[in-house]
């Protein structure tokens, strides 16, 4: 498997409380993607970087905000957390973009609003 | 706006038995790929078709994309437990702007 891990692997929080899910990788990878994961909706993109401070938005960015500093890190920040975003997040890699090159998964972040 | 489907969202199969699983997109892709998620895990990648009517292999999983580019299909022979798992595809609508489809989940009965 790709070098890329999440933290923390499970959460739970209650609504309106800011939270932060990272994704560190090894592999110096260019792109870096957030995609949430619900039943029936496959996987669906939040953010993603194109390099570091480089970062634009995906089909259901509302709610979400990124930060990338390093080449080797992706931040992901739920502002203030809704029920809404009860889901299983999960981080991907790419060397070129998404379209043109296969993407490596993370093991995923259970995260639960209360 | 552009989606991409998936039929059917859940199959089950008795061993041995053949599977299918079709994508379709609402417009023409510039390619698709496939990925294949144990339950539990995360997705992991199985291949890219580019080409118009391209066909691929690999051992038992038959990788077919459409004529017109806007759809596509994997054909498991033979099922077997270790099969088990969603599988997805996913295309490319304009460039670098993947869309996953909902996926197909496969159970296998011993």
């Known amino acids: 498997d790709a070098g890329i891990t999440q933290s923390p692997r499970h959460k739970v929080t209650e609504t309106g409380t800011p939270v932060t899910l990272r994704c560190h990788q090894t592999?110096?990878?260019?792109?870096m993607y957030w995609y949430r994961q619900d039943p029936g909706h496959g996987l669906r993109l939040i953010h993603y970087?194109?390099?570091?401070?480089?970062?634009d938005k995906g089909e259901v960015s509302d709610g979400y905000s990124v930060s990338r500093s390093k080449t080797e890190d992706f931040l992901l920040t739920l502002e203030s957390a809704t029920s809404s975003q009860t889901s299983v997040y999960f981080c991907?890699?790419?060397?070129?973009?998404?379209?043109?090159?296969?993407?490596?998964f993370g093991p995923g972040t259970r995260l639960t609003v209360l | 706006g552009q989606q991409v489907m998936q039929i059917p969202q859940y199959q089950h199969v008795q061993e041995g038995e053949d599977f299918t699983t079709y994508c379709n997109s609402s417009?023409?892709?510039?390619?698709i790929q496939w990925y294949k998620q144990r339950p539990g895990g995360h997705p992991v990648f199985l291949i890219q078709?580019?080409?118009?009517?391209e066909v691929k292999k690999q051992k038992r999983l038959t990788f077919q994309f459409g004529e017109a580019k806007k759809n596509s299909s994997l054909h498991i022979t033979a099922t077997q437990t270790t099969d088990v798992g969603t599988y997805f595809c996913?295309?490319?609508?304009?460039?670098?702007?993947?869309?996953f489809g909902p996926g197909t989940s496969l159970s296998v009965i011993p």
């Open positions: 991907a890699i790419s060397e070129g973009t998404s379209g043109s090159s296969e993407q490596f």
């Open positions: 592999e110096n990878h260019r792109y």
């Open positions: 970087s194109y390099g570091v401070k480089d970062t």
């Open positions: 417009t023409t892709l510039s390619n």
């Open positions: 078709l580019v080409k118009s009517g």
């Open positions: 996913a295309g490319e609508t304009s460039y670098d702007k993947v869309i």
